[in-house]
């Protein structure tokens, strides 16, 4: 069956996910529409930028005019508000309501994984923003992720500061936390295609790695890849704030970030179930070693997020090929 091609929304196109996204949905033939708080200049081709600022319907409904399907990946915390629980979800019930109104066909939303305890602000507020997308009109499809590995990530540059940077790994309660890291790579490929999975009503899924990490395992093996062992010892650190203190000093980045991130990890974050990536008839996603070996490799080349995104979509179009359809060299792509 030949790919469908589609014209499709992504908004926070400039953010981490969103950057990675709109080269793979273009490189796969769809028309997309980008926007972002201030217009950028792109290349042309199948990709069209617009300032949009997704709290007011005036600028929702241009955006969303005509479009087949809308991606979600707005967040408050990266914008640096402290007020950004209430706001996700005024700006998320807002987006449903113009969503209805423009007759969109589906929205894809990418939150976070459900805790196995009680939910970080950061994370209470992720899922509180994937149900007000699930109760509207408009099926939407609620993609989770844990650790996101790629260079852009909050959580990746943490992990990678401190297993770089440490003389000795200091160990506080939280560092025995379970996650399933999973590569950006595969986390846009799940977003592609979650544009053709059978939708007839809204869902959840969970889209991990396929290794389950404690931290300590993280930082052990990324430490690992570059030829470093680091030492570890245990220290009376059980409550998050505390321990935060001295990953302020070790991190560069965003402290309001890495507060909030440190916070999720007081508790296991493991997926309910790792049907996706056969259901979206993906190849099974990379394990941890290489996706970190990925990361590494595109931050020592030096080229920054354009060198990490040609990676990913190279990457992308190796192991999706069958599934994105052939793509057309002489075609722009824009990142």
């Not at 915390?77 to 019930?93: F, I, K, L, N, P």
């Not at 939280?174 to 809204?202: E, F, Q, Y």
């Not at 690992?224 to 980045?253: D, E």
């Amino acid at each position: 069956m030949p790919p469908v091609h589609r014209a499709v929304l992504v908004t926070g196109a400039t953010g981490f996910v969103g950057s990675a996204l709109v080269p793979a949905l273009a490189a796969a033939g769809h028309r997309v529409r980008a926007t972002s708080r201030r217009r950028r200049a792109g290349p042309g081709g199948t990709v069209d930028w617009m300032a949009v600022d997704v709290r007011r319907p005036a600028d929702l409904e241009r955006a969303l005019e005509g479009v087949d399907a809308a991606y979600f990946l707005v967040h408050g915390m990266a914008a640096g508000r402290g007020d950004y629980v209430e706001e996700e979800r005024r700006t998320a019930a807002g987006f449903v309501r113009a969503a209805e109104r423009a007759g969109t066909g589906r929205i894809v939303y990418l939150g976070g994984v459900a805790p196995q305890g009680t939910p970080s602000r950061h994370l209470a507020s992720r899922l509180a923003v994937g149900e007000v997308l699930r109760a509207g009109r408009v099926p939407a499809l609620e993609l989770r992720a844990s650790m996101i590995v790629g260079a852009g990530s909050a959580s990746w540059q943490v992990v990678r500061d401190l297993a770089m940077r440490l003389p000795v790994m200091l160990l506080p309660a939280w560092a025995r936390s379970r996650t399933c890291p999973v590569w950006i790579g595969d986390v846009v490929g799940a977003l592609v295609a979650g544009l053709d999975l059978p939708l007839p009503a809204s869902a959840v899924h969970d889209v991990p790695g396929p290794d389950v990490l404690a931290v300590r395992e993280i930082l052990e093996r990324v430490a690992a890849l570059r030829g470093r062992r680091l030492p570890a010892a245990r220290v009376p650190l059980p409550v998050p704030r505390v321990s935060m203190l001295w990953l302020k000093l070790i991190s560069g980045a965003d402290w309001r970030v890495v507060r909030e991130l440190v916070q999720g990890l007081a508790t296991d974050l493991l997926p309910r179930d790792t049907r996706f990536w056969e259901l979206a008839g993906l190849p099974a996603p990379l394990p941890f070693d290489e996706a970190a070996r990925r990361a590494l490799a595109g931050e020592a080349a030096g080229e920054g997020l354009r060198g990490a995104l040609a990676a990913i979509e190279e990457a992308l179009v190796d192991r999706c090929a069958p599934r994105l359809g052939p793509v057309n060299p002489g075609e722009p792509r824009s990142r």
